[in-house]
């Protein structure tokens, strides 16, 4: 049966634009980079220690650029990691706020999929 998930592919339309955004924005780790079958380019990142990555894919026809969305990122201080990523640039749609389950914040990649900062009761 399925053990755990290895790879999530988030669309975006330039390949070099959101790899700085999840590495130098957001702190991710580059864990691949390279060419990928015909002329296709695989960028895959991921926070330090992370058993999944995000492959920053350009060429899936059904998953346009920014259709990604809820891809959950937890923090252990969402306070602080909102100000890091805010002066940083991120994008939010709305500050931390309490939530059933938890504190969450929603912000978005440079191609607009929807990403939500989260901490847990």
């Known amino acids: 049966m399925i053990e755990s998930v290895k790879v999530v592919s988030v669309p975006v339309t330039d390949?070099?634009?959101?790899?700085?955004f999840y590495v130098d924005t957001l702190g991710f780790e580059l864990r691949?980079?390279?060419?990928w079958g015909?002329?296709?380019r695989w960028v895959e990142?991921?926070?330090?220690?992370s058993s999944t990555s995000l492959t920053l894919v350009t060429w899936f026809e059904s998953m346009p650029p920014g259709s990604l969305q809820g891809l959950v990122?937890?923090?252990?201080?969402?306070?602080a990691t909102h100000e890091k990523l805010a002066a940083k640039g991120a994008r939010f749609?709305?500050?931390p706020r309490e939530?059933?389950?938890g504190t969450q914040a929603l912000?978005?990649?440079p191609d607009g999929n929807g990403l939500v900062l989260s901490q847990l009761r």
């Open 107 to 109: 912000f978005r990649d």
């Open 15 to 20: 390949q070099e634009r959101a790899k700085n």
């Open 32 to 35: 691949a980079e390279g060419g």
């Open 73 to 79: 990122l937890s923090t252990d201080d969402i306070h």
């Open 99 to 101: 939530m059933p389950g």
């Open 93 to 95: 749609d709305f500050p």
């Open 45 to 49: 990142v991921a926070p330090e220690d």
């Open 38 to 40: 015909d002329g296709m």
